[in-house]
């Protein structure tokens, strides 16, 4: 590690000193490198758990019953006890570390964890327990950009930025899709964004995504059949799926954060035990019913193609759901994405193809609502919809789908919503001592603009055609301390009464404001603007004009910095429950 | 990064080699295992292989062919819907498409399909598929009452596969149960000069004249065929033929004497055809309305046969018996409509005196 350190810094130390490239040069030069690197080790990830997977429980060891049995449980109790003892920081939500790098710990992502995740996983995933190899996944690429942004010595601020630009490219490589990737973190991770930071993430996932499909080809998760909406009758079929898909996540979420308490304080001895318990019982069912088995993909696949009557994908669904919820909560590391689209596909295509039968409205292949579900219940645990449509919409590569998965994911994000306010990450996150901000919170917070705080008509104002003399008359009249000055009501200055006084005691009172006083020139703002960003213009200009956007010359008022204490309840009697 | 990138490179190049090394083992065991008729267990092998290298076409399509044979059809349907989609011109997808298009009742598609096939890309023994596939084809058009489009298929297979003899004989008979006689008899034509020991070539060209009206000619290609090789079918056409010029009051080299009571005997024959069609089983029975018509010219042909002529009015007497042959044979169509009476040699002589 020493000479590669040494060679960072040196190309760091270069970067920094080069003429040519400023930080957010180096930046989004940073963002690919953490693209290629999150890549390289996703893709190494990935074929591990494959390798791992085939010497245990898949193929010819998916016919032995005690394989079946057994691995899981000696899979999570060993990864179990590396998280434990070995490596601390890959246990927990691969997301809220990334979340705690950029608000709490200025992007800072211990690489123990990288190392932790990619060889707990590959145990626990690769061994056959319900779990997803992308939560992981998207901590790698967090931890390796966060190692590299040390190794660049990045301001604060971007060192910040850095964990959700390496989320993006590790989740990119994991699902093989850009898209998705972006818009998960920034619906998840990163609440405000400017585009230098869109710029980045988008650049990382593409990146990585590039690696991965150098490396292991660009084939999509599944292979999805051709999807056509036969009916618009059949959007009560896909909203009907939306709304299960909904009730069942909010019920998800409740069930693993009930799970998970019980099980963080669990005395020692069971916390061991729970994830070789957890284990067995996978294990158990796995055996008959091997699609419950590992991240899941293969099940979805075989959905997509029409394999299972619509009976036993609502069984598939249900054992998927107890089975992970059972696994996450123990402790069995591992990601929860991938069980969220196998359960939401065993739930789509289980309704799909129960209207199918028993609905003469619902015409299209069963395999249709797989397709529909799979985002349907990701919406509604993750509260990330554009993500769960994009992704669907991604892996499909079908322009048809895009209405019934709207209408899917939005009723199923919207119900879960209703009856769980809480989404499953941010409870998992403060059962695991972070309190983290949602980024759904974040951006529905009321926020307030400049028309909520500002004065309205020209009370501030002073013409520069005026006498200084009665400038300052009027001034003290209202009892105003400084004021706009406007030249025909376009051009706009500001004046303190103190120029005034100092003026007309140097016997100038009788020159106009424009001759007299030597204007100063101030910031025009508009209604719409947040009154965040006005606070900083409060400083260098005590008064601001507020004008209309459609009509540049219209002065719809003033604000000063007591207009927005007064906005924010600043300085008034108030008291505190 | 580049040592990273090249253990990457080594470490991806293993697990391909390995992942294709379990893919194939799989995939060899679900091919065995399908050709033995096994095709539950083949079918667990292929996803065992597919799981391992889920984008192998090779695999998908052994696959699909598993789950046809298995009767697994809605499965079937959507991997060949895929494969479809990847490889649009794959003759052996196009051609399993078509199969369960046909086993649901949907002709058109599969008719399509079928065509894909035939222009389509076949990864082994291209020909024999081809005609293979043709031939599908054209079993599903005629189940389909598209006989023109059958006649069409069979010229084309003819033009473009250039096929051998015995498959141009099979053509032939094809043919002629499409009723295209012309070309199958155009074609047999040319097969007795290849293949002139060929019992069947001569048996369809005897059919295809028959079939044309012409016993005549028809008659010394079935003696060809009974000569080279016995058939009890061939020999009752033979019969036919021979019966039918037995009757024929126009056969070459006769004398008028004898084409006289030919004619007579011709008329006799048509009487006891339409009266059993009018009155079958004796007085009793009433039959179809005659015309009146038909009766007047029915006892003007019994004077006719009663009369003894001299011998310079017998070919003028030949003449109206034959008249009167086709006078009333016209009236067969609405007088045999519920029973007829079967007189083969009759029907193909008087059908081809018609003609």
Redesign the interface.
Known sequence: MKPLNELWSRLAQLSRKGPVMGEAQRFLLLSI?IG??SG??V??FH?TI??FN?NTV???GQRNWLVVLLWPAAGGGVAYLLTVHVFPSARGSGVNFTKAALYASDGYVPFNGVTGKFIASTISIGSGNPMGPEDPALQMGAGIASLLGRMFRLTRDNMRLIAPVGAAAGIGAAFNTPITAVLFVMEEVVAEWSTGVLGSIVLSAVSAVVVTRW???D?PLY????FALSSYWELFVYAAIGLLGGLLSAWFTRFVVGMRARAISAPTAWKYALPVLAGLAVGAVGIRIPEILGAGY?GI?SA????YVWYFLLLLGALKMVSTAVCFSAGTPGGMFAPTLFIGAMLGGGIGGLAHEYLPLATS?A?AYVLVGIGTFFAGVFRAPMTSIFMVFETSASYVIILPVMVSNTISFLVSRQLQHESLLQIVGRQDGLDLPSVEEAREAPRLSIEDAMRKGDQRVLRSDWSVSEALERMRARGAERTLVGAGWSDWTWIERGDLESTVEAGQGAESVAEALRPRSVIRVYPDQSLESALWLLGPYPILPVMSRVNPGLLLGTLTLEDVERAYGIGQDRSVQ | ?AA??IL??L??GY?HQ??AR?AGK?FSQASLLADAGDYALAIEQYR?AL??D??NLEYQLGFAEALYDSGGY??A???L??LR?SDPTNAVVNRLLALLAQRFGRANEAIGHYRTAVYGRWPADPEQNRIRTRFELIELLEADGRNGAVIGELATLLEEERPDDSLRKLIGFRLLEAKADEAAERLFEELTQTIPKDAGVWEGLGRARLDRGDYRSALPAFERSLAIEDDEEVGRLRALCRGARDLDPNAPRLGLRRRLERSQALLKRTFAYLDYCVNPFGEAFVGPPAPGSYFELFEAARDQLGQRLPRRDQEQALEANLEMVHGLWDYRNSLCTNVWNEDPALLLLLGETAR
């Open positions: 490198i290629i690197f390289l080790i893709v190494c074929m494959e390798f085939w898949h193929g010819a490396f292991l080809g084939d292979s999805v059949p051709d293969e696949d997509l193609n029409d394999r292949p395999s | 990064m990273l990138f990457t490179q470490y991806a697990f390995e992942r379990l799989h065992d799981s391992y889920r984008a809605q499965e349907g959507f991997r819907g895929q989609a």
